[in-house]
């Protein structure tokens, strides 16, 4: 009896670690990005946080990112970042893949494509 009340135990254990990790979106993680803008390809590290927070990282500095939203395979998120002492305003629509991110930001300019690897 004693056994079959351990064995029950370690298998409902399983079964709680095994719906805790498939829980976790397949976006979170760090990131190194290349954005196309008009101003040519600019590269940078995104760390993307299940709590829905995260890091833009590039040549500009950190950029703090909050409204991270996963759905699936998709992250979503927008953030204001100075461009050159003009602010600007982007979203961003993303799929993830494995290893891959692949999505682009809308912005009042346009749309500028953004692809992605996990580090």
């Known amino acids: 009896m004693t056994r079959l009340i351990r064995n029950i135990s370690c298998v409902a254990i399983i079964a709680l ?3 805790c990790a498939a829980s976790v979106s397949p ?3 760090v990131w190194d990005v290349s954005i196309n803008t008009p101003a ?3 590269g940078g590290t995104w760390t993307l946080n299940a709590d829905g927070t995260g890091v ?3 040549g500009q500095g950190d950029q703090a990112i909050d409204g991270i939203m996963f759905d699936g395979n998709n992250v979503t998120f927008s953030v204001d970042i100075d461009a ?3 602010s600007l ?3 961003f629509s993303g799929t993830v893949a494995g290893d891959s991110l692949d999505g682009e930001f809308e912005s009042d ?3 500028f494509s953004v692809s992605g690897t996990r580090q």
Do not use: C, I, P
Request: aromatic share 4%.
């Open 17 to 19: 670690l095994a719906s």
């Open 27 to 29: 976006g979170v993680g």
């Open 40 to 42: 040519g390809e600019q």
């Open 56 to 58: 833009m990282g590039g």
């Open 84 to 86: 050159g002492g003009q």
């Open 89 to 91: 305003s982007l979203s």
């Open 109 to 111: 300019f346009g749309a």
